[in-house]
C-alpha cells in the first residue's frame, strides 16, 4: 500500500451544497494530484500540487478548489455541488512530476441529487 | 480533451488466452504508462515505458513505446480470473507546459472460465 487515505469514502449529498474531501498520505511526497473518473472519460485530473501551498488547475478546474497546507493533506471542494461532479474522485502521490508513476487512492464515491 | 485513443473498450475472453490492447495518438509522447483497475479500488501502476522503441515485461505482462512515439501496447499471456479489471494507458505528453499525465479511457477485460 502507498499509504494513502482518503475520505469520505461514500458521500451523497444534494445539489448547492459544500462538499470537501480529504486525502491523507502517510508518504512524504511533495507530489499529489486529484482526478476524477467517469465512464467513457477515463481519469481526468483537477488540480495538483507539487508542495504545501504549491496548487494548480488541472484539466477540468472548474467548480473545483484546493488546499495543502500540510504535506500529507490535499483538500479538494466543491463550494456548489451540482449533478455533474457525481464521480468517483481518486487521490495520488508521486516521488516527482516527471516519472508519470502514481499511487493512487481508493476513491471517493460522490452522488449528488 | 482526450487525446489518446485505447482499444478496445472492452473484452471477453477464456481464461488461457492472450490479450492484446494499445493506445494511439496523433500527439507525440515522453511516457506511456500502464494502469490496472480492480473493482472498487484505484490503479495500479504496471509498466512504464520512458524510450521509444522499449519493450519491457512484468511477469504475464509486456509493453512497447512505440517507436513514432505515439503509440504503445500492453500483450497479457495465458490470461487468468485475476487479470480482470480495467486497464489504462496514460502518457506524458513530449512538449506539453505541463507534465500531468493524459488516460486512455479504459478497456474493461472479462474473463471467461
Known amino acids: 500500500d502507498a499509504g494513502i487515505t482518503q475520505s469520505p469514502r461514500h458521500k451523497v449529498t444534494e445539489t448547492g451544497t459544500p462538499v470537501t474531501l480529504r486525502c491523507h498520505q502517510t508518504?512524504?511526497?511533495?507530489?499529489m494530484y486529484w482526478y476524477r473518473q467517469d465512464p467513457g472519460h477515463g481519469l481526468r485530473l483537477i488540480h495538483y500540487?507539487?508542495?504545501?501551498?504549491?496548487?494548480d488547475k488541472g484539466e477540468v478546474s472548474d467548480g473545483y478548489s484546493v488546499s495543502r497546507s500540510k504535506t500529507e493533506d490535499f483538500l479538494l471542494t466543491l463550494e456548489s455541488a451540482t449533478s455533474s461532479q457525481t464521480s468517483v474522485y481518486f487521490c495520488?502521490?508521486?516521488?516527482?512530476?516527471?516519472?508519470?508513476?502514481?499511487?493512487f487512492g481508493e476513491g471517493s464515491r460522490l452522488t449528488v441529487l | 480533451g482526450q487525446q489518446l485513443n485505447q482499444s478496445p473498450q472492452s473484452m471477453f475472453i477464456q481464461e488461457g488466452e492472450d490479450v492484446s490492447m494499445n493506445c494511439t495518438s496523433s500527439s507525440i509522447f515522453n511516457t506511456w504508462l500502464w494502469y490496472k483497475q480492480d473493482p472498487g479500488e484505484g490503479p495500479v501502476l504496471l509498466i512504464a515505458l520512458y524510450k521509444a522503441g522499449e519493450l519491457t515485461s512484468n511477469g504475464r505482462l509486456t509493453a512497447q513505446f512505440g517507436i513514432t512515439r505515439k503509440d504503445s501496447f500492453l500483450n497479457i499471456s495465458a490470461s487468468i480470473p485475476s487479470d480482470v479489471g480495467i486497464y489504462f494507458c496514460?502518457?506524458?505528453?513530449?512538449?506539453?507546459?505541463?507534465?500531468?499525465?493524459?488516460f486512455g479511457s479504459g478497456t474493461q477485460l472479462t474473463v471467461l472460465p
Open positions: 495520488a502521490i508521486s516521488r516527482g512530476p516527471d516519472t508519470g508513476e502514481l499511487f
Open positions: 496514460a502518457g506524458q505528453l513530449a512538449g506539453a507546459r505541463s507534465r500531468q499525465l493524459t
Open positions: 500540487s507539487y508542495g504545501v501551498k504549491d496548487t
Open positions: 508518504e512524504n511526497h511533495r507530489y
